[in-house]
T-cell receptor, first 112, second 116 residues
Framework: DQQVKQNSPSLSVQEGRISILNCDYT??????FLWYKKYPAEGPTFLIS?????DKNEDGRFTVFLNKSAKHLSLHIVPSQPGDSAVYFC???????????FGTGTRLKVLA | DSGVTQTPKHLITATGQRVTLRCSPR?????VYWYQQSLDQGLQFLIQ???????AKGNILERFSAQQFPDLHSELNLSSLELGDSALYFC???????????????FGPGTRLLVL
């Protein structure tokens, strides 16, 4: 049972446009959500996070939105750059635990 | 460079064998996490150690075990290997026990295991 789902395995966006990556979750007990970026032959690197008490967090070109009623998380990248081409994982943490659940990832390709 | 190191980078072995994967966390980090990523799968949480003690367990098979040593490095032991154990194994570390909001995990480059 996949509790954190990234339904789009891949996404292509033109350079300079907005990239929107989506993530859905099923468990109301998640209290903290993160996005990681992964380049080939490297481990995932932390990108941005959001606590369940917020609905938006922004860091430069990256913004994460949380819609708790819809159990939906999205990552916006504006403007998209070719260097953003990577696999993006969303992750959620069970409240009061150290257990993180990761999605299956979305491969973003930014076209120059 | 995340500061987390993993050895070896690649490992090829046969079914029924046993292997040990090694992880050194970032300097000062007390928690180590192990994850498995199979083809087209997300990262599956296996186990967490905090300051030498097991803290949380995920979908870790009984054939797998781990430990964290006094110098905080960790080893993941995989035994009686099966073809399906072929995967990328990632280690991550964090400063504390991972329950703090805002705490981030830092991942190593992974060990790619191929069981033939």
């Amino acid at each position: 049972d996949q509790q954190v789902k990234q339904n789009s395995p891949s996404l292509s966006v033109q350079e300079g446009r907005i990239s929107i990556l989506n993530c859905d979750y099923t468990n109301s007990m998640f209290d903290y959500f993160l996005w990681y970026k992964k380049y080939p032959a490297e481990g995932p690197t932390f990108l941005i996070s959001i606590s369940s008490i917020k609905d938006k967090n922004e860091d430069g070109r990256f913004t994460v939105f949380l819609n708790k009623s819809a159990k939906h998380l999205s990552l916006h990248i504006v403007p998209s750059q070719p260097g953003d081409s990577a696999v993006y994982f969303c992750a959620a943490r069970f409240s009061g635990t150290y257990k993180y659940i990761f999605g299956t990832g979305t491969r973003l390709k930014v076209l120059a | 460079d995340s500061g987390v190191t993993q050895t070896p980078k690649h490992l090829i072995t046969a079914t029924g064998q046993r292997v040990t994967l090694r992880c050194s966390p970032r300097s000062g980090d007390l928690s180590v996490y192990w994850y498995q990523q199979s083809l087209d799968q997300g990262l599956q949480f296996l186990i967490q150690y905090y300051n030498g003690e097991e803290r949380a367990k995920g979908n870790i098979l009984e054939r797998f075990s781990a430990q964290q040593f006094p110098d905080l490095h960790s080893e993941l032991n995989l035994s009686s290997l099966e073809l399906g154990d072929s995967a990328l194994y990632f280690c991550a570390s964090s400063p504390s026990w991972g329950a703090e909001v805002g705490e981030t995990q830092y991942f190593g480059p992974g060990t790619r295991l191929l069981v033939l």
